[in-house]
């Protein structure tokens, strides 16, 4: 599981992100010191989804095609 940071306001602890974890999930929350951690950028592509990182190299690789190789025949195995 990857962590993302949040904000405590007016009592609540609010995440900088959607996660998915599952209900019962337990938590650690230990307060940053002002100014001792500021997120950078490979911080915050550890927290997106796996939607935001397709969406985020989409077009990336501009015109170039891209062709798959011959995968040859399928193994042929024993019934069992």
């Known amino acids: 599981m990857v962590g993302v940071l949040a904000t405590f306001r007016s009592g609540r602890v609010e995440l900088s992100t ?6 019962g999930t ?3 929350v ?3 010191q002002p100014g001792a951690h500021s997120p950078t950028p490979i911080d915050n592509r550890q927290s997106e989804s796996y939607r935001e990182f397709i969406e985020r190299l989409a077009g990336s ?3 170039e095609p891209f062709e798959r190789p011959p995968q040859g025949e399928d193994e042929k195995r024993e019934a069992w």
């Open 30 to 32: 230990v307060p940053i």
């Open 26 to 28: 337990q938590l650690e």
């Open 61 to 63: 690789f501009g015109d």
């Open 18 to 23: 959607p996660v998915g974890w599952p209900d």
